[in-house]
């Protein structure tokens, strides 16, 4: 059983930061891209930032140049870092990673359960 868990949301004014983390666990033997995705209220949810298993990134246009995604290996952890938060990024942050079974050597998708950030004017 693998397992992704979001930590780190919460209430901030507009341009401030905060820092995401999500951290996987469980049979895990190798976690390929590794991605943030959040969903407004009413509206679709859409990645935000992705990362490979070697650390090249990318980014929706909408946060390029604020938003930061990393990633410990050892650790099986992904990170955002978000800074001049705005209020259009309120929605809820779900991280995303393929994940090879140790068990099973089958690669799925997981996602984890989501943490709610809200950014007030």
């Known amino acids: 059983q693998v397992q992704l868990v979001e930590s780190g949301g919460g209430l901030v004014q507009a341009g401030g930061s905060l820092r995401l983390s999500c951290a996987a666990s469980?049979?895990?033997?190798?976690?390929?891209?590794m991605d943030w995705y959040r969903q407004a209220a009413g509206k679709a949810r859409e990645m935000v930032a992705t990362?490979?298993?070697?650390?090249?990134?990318d980014y929706a246009d909408s946060v390029k140049g604020r938003f930061t995604i990393s990633r410990d290996n050892a650790k099986n952890s992904v990170y955002l870092q978000m800074n001049s938060l705005k209020p259009g990024d309120t929605a809820v942050y779900y991280c995303?990673?393929?994940?090879?079974?140790?068990?099973?050597?089958?690669?799925?998708?997981?996602w984890g359960q989501g943490t709610q950030v809200t950014v007030s004017s």
């Open positions: 990362i490979t298993r070697g650390g090249t990134t």
């Open positions: 469980g049979s895990i033997l190798t976690i390929n891209d």
């Open positions: 995303r990673a393929d994940i090879r079974s140790s068990r099973t050597l089958v690669l799925n998708n997981f």
